[in-house]
């Protein structure tokens, strides 16, 4: 539920960045006060994290009134996003992982490109990422833009900002396990009509910390994802009679 008062959200999933994790979100909560000046919330989701990231966040929360910490159990990357997705209490909701491999600076540029749009995408353009993971960006890239029926060029980017109302409208549609939230998204914003832009961002390689996306993990993932968002494109397949998707103009 949106707050009057709070223009952005910016969501946080963490898992295991000890190493990183003080630094980049004081980083995001400077980037997200200069975007919306006393009008923002950082939302950071701890995955039941086992170095004592929890901890750390906890000490960023009492010191830093912009930041809210949600703890769970370990339950995955997606679920992760689904919880600060829905805790999310701003007009726009943006977020960025805490590997620090996309810089939260790359947040302004998709700022900028807000007005007119719903959903608004970084585009890692040069990435510096092991070649399992460009494969899996491949598969996503495909996919997406097959069942979107317009190409979407990184659906499933650490990088996002988007309209609360856009993920009011997905939710429903989304399962508590669904493994991508991010192409979920994309998909229904596709597929209804919304207006989508595509902005380049940078990307950098790990400086600390390691993905847990290992090949047998990511061919697993890959299976999931696809049968998820197979079930949520049939569940948005147009119906005789039904009105066709909204737009917002341009």
Not at 227 to 243: C, D, E, F, I, V
């Amino acid at each position: 539920m949106t707050a009057p008062d709070l223009e952005l959200t910016v969501v946080v999933p963490v898992y295991d960045e000890s190493e990183t994790i003080e630094a980049v979100v004081r980083e995001v909560v400077v980037v997200a006060d200069e975007l919306a000046p006393g009008r923002c919330e950082v939302v950071v989701v701890d995955d039941g994290s086992t170095d004592g990231t929890g901890a750390l966040v906890d000490v960023l929360a009492a010191e830093l009134p912009e930041v809210q910490v949600v703890h769970q159990v370990n339950r995955g990357h997606g679920p992760a996003l689904l919880v600060g997705f829905d805790r999310a209490r701003g007009r726009w909701i943006g977020h960025l992982d805490s590997d620090d491999q996309i810089p939260a600076k790359e947040l302004a540029g998709l700022w900028s490109e807000r007005a007119g749009a719903d959903l608004v995408l970084g585009v890692r353009t040069d990435r510096d990422d092991p070649q399992h993971r460009l494969v899996l960006s491949a598969v996503v890239r495909r996919l997406v833009g097959l069942l979107a029926g317009r190409p979407v060029r990184d659906a499933n980017v650490p990088c996002k900002l988007f309209r609360a109302d856009l993920w009011a409208e997905a939710r429903p549609l989304l399962p508590d396990d669904v493994f991508a939230p991010s192409i979920a998204l994309a998909l229904v914003a596709a597929r209804q009509g919304h207006v989508i832009q595509e902005v380049p961002v940078a990307h950098r390689a790990r400086t600390a910390g390691a993905s847990t996306l290992r090949p047998l993990r990511l061919a697993r993932a890959v299976a999931t994802a696809t049968g998820q968002t197979l079930t949520l494109a049939w569940r948005l397949r147009p119906r005789p009679g039904s009105p066709p998707g909204r737009r917002r103009p341009g």
